[in-house]
């Protein structure tokens, strides 16, 4: 069975741009969660999706959105980048979402703001 | 609110030492407790969990109770090697009210753990 899967795994962009990243959970899982991991704020959630539906959302900016397919795939784009974005972001999928259920996560895509 | 605190890193230990990573959380509602652990340039791996008070969670030698009391979830291995270097993380999930399916994990800051050989 394969594992979640997030591309792109690096990315460079400049100040005021904007990103899209994306997640494949593994099949079947209906429900996916996004992570921002930086050494000074350590892991923060973001939001997560099941069913296309954002069903609970952590405390960023508007600049960070996300969205969920009819396939389970998820994106998330991040607006007028700032040097504070740069992390690693990490995707996790369940079968049902948080709770009893193990979260599965991905190997992350590191994003550096220039 | 729910928060967890676990042990100040890095920890360095010898191949074949006992290793304890302190873990506490603060938690409303009804939690289940998880430790992960990242390798380097990889993503998180579920260790082991426990899902109500008094279970033991255990996986490749590792192992950590849910002691309700003390509102704790120690990381506890025997005799670690050099292949458990990497960063352990304590995190707990908090259904809040039964049936309720708010489940995002809370983690601590993560502990570093070095072993030479």
């Known amino acids: 069975k394969a594992g979640v899967t997030q591309t792109p795994r690096y990315l460079i962009k400049t100040r005021g741009q904007q990103v899209t990243l994306s997640c494949s959970p593994i099949?079947?899982?209906?429900?996916v969660s996004w992570y921002q991991q930086t050494p000074g704020q350590g892991l923060q959630f973001l939001f997560e999706?099941?069913?296309?539906?954002?069903?609970n959302k952590g405390n960023f900016p508007g600049r960070f959105s996300g969205r969920q397919f009819s396939n389970s795939r998820s994106e998330m784009n991040v607006s007028t980048l700032e040097l504070g974005d740069s992390a690693l972001y990490l995707c996790?999928?369940?079968?049902?979402?948080?709770?009893?259920?193990?979260?599965?996560f991905g190997p992350g895509t590191r994003l550096t703001v220039l | 609110g729910n928060s967890v605190t676990q042990m100040e890193g890095p920890v360095t230990l010898s191949e074949e030492a006992f290793l304890t990573i302190n873990c506490t959380y603060t938690?409303?509602?009804?939690?289940?407790l998880f430790w992960y652990v990242q390798y380097p340039g990889e993503g998180l791996q579920l260790l082991l969990k426990?899902?109500?008070?008094?279970d033991k969670g255990s996986n490749k030698g590792f192992e950590a109770t849910y002691r309700k009391e003390t509102t704790s979830f120690h990381l506890e291995k025997g005799s670690v090697q050099v292949s458990d270097s990497a960063v352990y993380f304590c995190?707990?999930?908090?259904?809040?009210?039964?049936?309720?399916?708010?489940?995002?994990?809370?983690f601590g800051r993560g502990t570093q753990l070095t072993v030479w050989p």
């Open positions: 996790a999928s369940s079968r049902l979402g948080g709770g009893h259920n193990e979260q599965f």
């Open positions: 099949s079947g899982h209906r429900s």
């Open positions: 999706y099941f069913s296309e539906t954002q069903r």
């Open positions: 938690a409303t509602g009804y939690p289940s």
């Open positions: 426990a899902t109500k008070a008094d």
């Open positions: 995190a707990l999930s908090d259904l809040g009210d039964r049936g309720s399916t708010l489940g995002r994990l809370y």
